[in-house]
Structure formats: C-alpha cells, structure tokens
C-alpha cells in the first residue's frame, strides 16, 4: 500500500474511497481557488518543469535538502497514482459525474487541444460540479476552440474511451485537487506528459506507481514482443535463451497497459504487496 493508502485510505486502495471525491471536500473554499487557478493558468505547469530542470542540474546537496521539500508540498496539492484499468472502472461505479476535458499537460507540449482527461465528482445531479467550477473560471475553457457543447459523458461511453486510449498505448492514473480530493482520471505517455517527464525522466515522482506489478506467465508467452513496444517504463527485456519476454519488478509501474497488446493473454498483474522485490518501491 501507498503512503496515500495509509493516509486518506485508512488501510484500502485510497482512490477507492468516494469519500475522496466527495461533494464535501470540493466544496472547500480554498480547494476551488486552486483548481481554479490550475484550470487558468496552464503556463504555471511549465514553470514547474523548468523548476525541476534547474534542480536536476544544482549541486547535489541542493538536491539533497530540496527534493524532499519539494515533493511534500506536491503530495499536498497536486499527486496522482498510476491505475489500471479495473480500477478505472470501479472509480466509475460509484463517481455520480464523468466530463471530459482538454489534457493540460498536451496544452503546453502539443500545443493543441486533446481532450484525455476526465473530471469525476460525486454530485447528486448529472452535471459535475467539477464542471461547474471550470465554467466560473471561463465557460470557453470547456467548450474549447474546436468543439461544441459540453462534454458530459455516461460512464459507459467514458470507460469505452478510456479502454481505447490504452489500446493506444496511454497509461492511465488519478489525481488529486489538494489531496484527498481526486478530481481527475488522466491518460499519460512520456513524451507529451509533463508528469510522466518529470516522474520518469527527471526523477521527481509527482504521481506513485500503481499498487501492483505485472508478471509474465512463461507458458503462455510466444516470446512476440509486441508487449514492449507499449512499456513507457522500460521495465520489459526479452530474454534470447528462452524466447520469452521477462518483467522486472524493479521498473514496473504496474499499469497494465501492456496486457492489452498481448493476444496470448499471457499477462497478468499481481497486488504490488506479495512482490517482495517491489513491495516498497513507489
Ligand atoms: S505480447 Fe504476450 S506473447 Fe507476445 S511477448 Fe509479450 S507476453 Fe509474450
Ligand atoms: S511491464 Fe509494467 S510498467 Fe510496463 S506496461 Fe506492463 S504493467 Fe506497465
């Protein structure tokens, strides 16, 4: 279990509790002013890249004494977990609201609206409240440039997206809005994601691995590759002697997305817990 499971899960996969999606906690003054001020001001997100290109490059006791800081004022406002697929699918079973919204991250690195992300609440009425913030903040930011209309989706129609963007190769995570609050399901790959550049290229983990590891079944692998052309991690090798692909826990983020390349079904994910060499790697 993550630090977050232990602290705004008591115990249990914390981005399964509703109560962190809760009406209550997005009312929260402070917590508006801050998604607000996310959703306004998407050049903030690449000043904080260019924050950590600097810090990559001080001196290591720079480093040494500002990572942590660092990384403890991210865990307060804006982190978020890898997850995989099923659990996407629980998270929208109980979330009352699904909108689709334009990618932050592909704003500044695209430079063009692509709309993977998705806000989820829990609301008793069918429109977000997520969705209510954002048209205060500016209702053009929703409708975008090219679109027209509000993109309210029935979880059927958003699973059945977020199904396709892994076919695709995306990884998907959750976020919060100033934890435990967890507004948003993303779609992630290392080039155009700046959380993913930051966790993986720049080692400053703004989102934790997911809580399992993936494991190939020997049996059941035709040693194809094409699993690997998926892994944004860099966690599969392929073995010449056995003409089997090998995953090493070390490097796996657990996200699953290699799964669906795989037509022999021969992967499968295991609770990151009873995987001793990745227990306590996040
Ligand atoms: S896609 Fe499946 S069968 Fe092919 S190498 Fe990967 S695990 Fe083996
Ligand atoms: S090996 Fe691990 S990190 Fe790579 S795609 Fe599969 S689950 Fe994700």
Same mark, same amino acid.
């Given at each position: 279990?993550? *630090? &977050?499971?232990?602290?705004?899960?008591? $115990?249990?996969?914390?981005?399964?509790?509703?109560?962190?999606?809760?009406?209550?906690?997005?009312? #929260?003054?402070?917590?508006?002013?801050? /998604?607000?001020?996310?959703?306004?001001?998407?050049?903030?997100?690449?000043?904080?890249?260019?924050?950590? #290109?600097?810090?990559?490059?001080?001196?290591?006791?720079?480093?040494?004494?500002?990572?942590?800081?660092?990384?403890?004022?991210?865990?307060?406002?804006?982190?978020?977990?890898?997850? @995989?697929?099923?659990?996407?699918?629980?998270?929208?079973?109980?979330?009352?609201?699904?909108?689709?919204?334009?990618?932050?991250?592909?704003?500044?690195?695209? $430079?063009?609206?692509?709309?993977?992300?998705?806000?989820?609440?829990?609301?008793?009425?069918?429109?977000?409240?997520?969705?209510?913030?954002?048209?205060?903040?500016?209702?053009?930011?929703?409708?975008? @440039?090219? =679109?027209?209309?509000?993109?309210?989706?029935?979880?059927?129609?958003?699973? =059945?997206?977020?199904?396709?963007?892994?076919?695709?190769?995306?990884?998907?995570?959750?976020?919060?809005?100033?934890? @435990?609050? /967890?507004?948003?399901?993303?779609? +992630?790959?290392?080039?155009? !994601?700046?959380?993913?550049?930051?966790?993986?290229?720049?080692?400053?983990?703004?989102? &934790?691995?997911?809580?399992?590891? %993936?494991?190939?079944?020997?049996?059941?692998?035709?040693?194809?590759?094409? !699993?690997?052309?998926? +892994?944004?991690?860099?966690?599969?090798?392929?073995?010449? %002697?056995?003409?089997?692909?090998?995953?090493?826990?070390?490097?796996?983020?657990?996200?699953?997305? !290699?799964?669906?390349?795989?037509?022999?079904? %021969? /992967?499968?994910?295991? *609770?990151?817990?009873?995987?001793?060499? %990745?227990?306590?790697?996040?």
């Amino acid at each position: 279990m993550c *630090e &977050f499971c232990h602290k705004h899960g008591e $115990g249990k996969k914390w981005y399964l509790q509703a109560q962190n999606y809760s009406e209550d906690l997005l009312s #929260d003054l402070r917590r508006r002013k801050f /998604i607000g001020e996310f959703f306004q001001y998407p050049d903030n997100l690449e000043e904080k890249v260019g924050e950590l #290109d600097k810090l990559r490059q001080a001196p290591s006791f720079v480093r040494a004494v500002m990572t942590p800081f660092m990384l403890n004022r991210q865990k307060k406002v804006h982190y978020g977990q890898v997850v @995989p697929v099923e659990d996407i699918d629980r998270i929208l079973g109980f979330v009352n609201s699904v909108v689709r919204l334009p990618c932050m991250c592909r704003q500044v690195t695209v $430079g063009s609206e692509q709309r993977y992300c998705y806000g989820v609440s829990m609301v008793p009425q069918s429109e977000s409240q997520f969705t209510q913030i954002l048209r205060e903040i500016d209702a053009a930011y929703l409708t975008g @440039p090219n =679109t027209s209309g509000l993109e309210t989706l029935s979880k059927e129609l958003a699973l =059945t997206s977020i199904h396709e963007l892994e076919k695709k190769g995306l990884c998907h995570t959750v976020w919060t809005f100033m934890a @435990p609050f /967890i507004g948003g399901i993303c779609n +992630c790959d290392r080039s155009d !994601c700046l959380a993913m550049r930051a966790t993986v290229t720049m080692s400053f983990p703004v989102m &934790f691995r997911a809580e399992y590891v %993936a494991g190939v079944n020997p049996d059941l692998c035709n040693g194809c590759r094409q !699993c690997m052309r998926v +892994c944004q991690f860099g966690a599969m090798g392929y073995s010449i %002697a056995h003409e089997k692909v090998i995953i090493d826990p070390r490097r796996c983020y657990g996200c699953g997305i !290699c799964r669906s390349s795989c037509t022999k079904n %021969a /992967i499968g994910l295991d *609770e990151r817990s009873k995987i001793p060499l %990745a227990s306590r790697l996040w």
